[in-house]
């Protein structure tokens, strides 16, 4: 199966900035997902990224506030757009449809 | 709509005794996958086991041993003897067909302490 290294493992930011986070696979893949889980909350999709279009994404969750990009079949990033406390959460990238995920990003917004 | 549901919130057993998570899924879908995973402390999520919907065979793999039942949509994960280290959050999973790929629905998770 595929390996995942996803930086950066942990940030803190302030208000109203945004962070992006990468995802770099070590195969190529078709299909690239993005999860938020929010403290003491299960894993929740954002959106899915296919390498040449653009990303489809889950009701709650739009472009604005979390642009992905997926230049190709190897990488993508998701950024977290004006954050706020209620961004606070860890974000994982994902392939092969739920076999593989990335170690996570613990984000806190202060 | 495909929904998982892990009754059990929180469970504390003592070392070494057996213990068993509950995973009730819904779907529409006539082909899926059933997943489960661990999440310890530290926060990383590590994948446990995939089942394709139309194998209904129990699995053992060491301490770990699932239980598929298609007639109930119950897809229950026993540990066997759970040392402190099982200490951990377990989700049970379902895919969705969304036309041209699948997507993981996640279940709200059982959290299982494990008392030395």
């Known amino acids: 199966s595929a390996v995942i290294s996803q930086k950066p493992s942990r940030d803190i930011c302030q208000r109203g900035t945004s962070l992006t986070i990468q995802c770099q696979v070590d195969?190529?893949?078709?299909?690239m997902f993005w999860y938020r889980q929010q403290p003491g909350q299960s894993l929740t999709l954002i959106a899915t990224a296919n390498q040449g279009s653009e990303a489809t994404y889950e009701s709650g969750f739009v472009i604005d506030k979390f642009p992905i990009s997926r230049p190709n079949l190897t990488f993508s990033t998701l950024t977290v757009s004006n954050m706020s406390p209620e961004d606070s959460s860890i974000y994982l990238c994902?392939?092969?449809?739920?076999?593989?995920f990335g170690s996570g990003t613990r984000l806190t917004v202060v | 709509a495909q929904k998982v549901t892990q009754a059990q919130t929180e469970i504390s057993v003592v070392e070494k005794e057996d213990v068993t998570l509950d995973c009730v899924y819904e779907t529409r879908d006539t082909t899926y996958y059933l997943f489960w995973y661990k999440q310890p402390p530290s926060g990383e999520l590590v994948f446990l086991i995939r089942?394709?919907?139309?194998?209904?065979q129990n699995e053992i793999s060491g301490r770990y041993s699932w239980n598929f039942q298609k007639s109930t949509s119950s897809f229950n994960f026993t540990i066997t003897a759970s040392p402190v280290v099982d200490s951990a959050v377990y989700f049970c999973a379902l895919s969705e067909h969304r036309g041209s790929y699948d997507k993981v629905i996640f279940g709200p998770g059982t959290s299982l302490s494990v008392i030395p």
């Open positions: 994902s392939v092969d449809v739920g076999y593989t």
């Open positions: 089942r394709n919907s139309f194998d209904e």
């Open positions: 195969s190529q893949v078709t299909m």
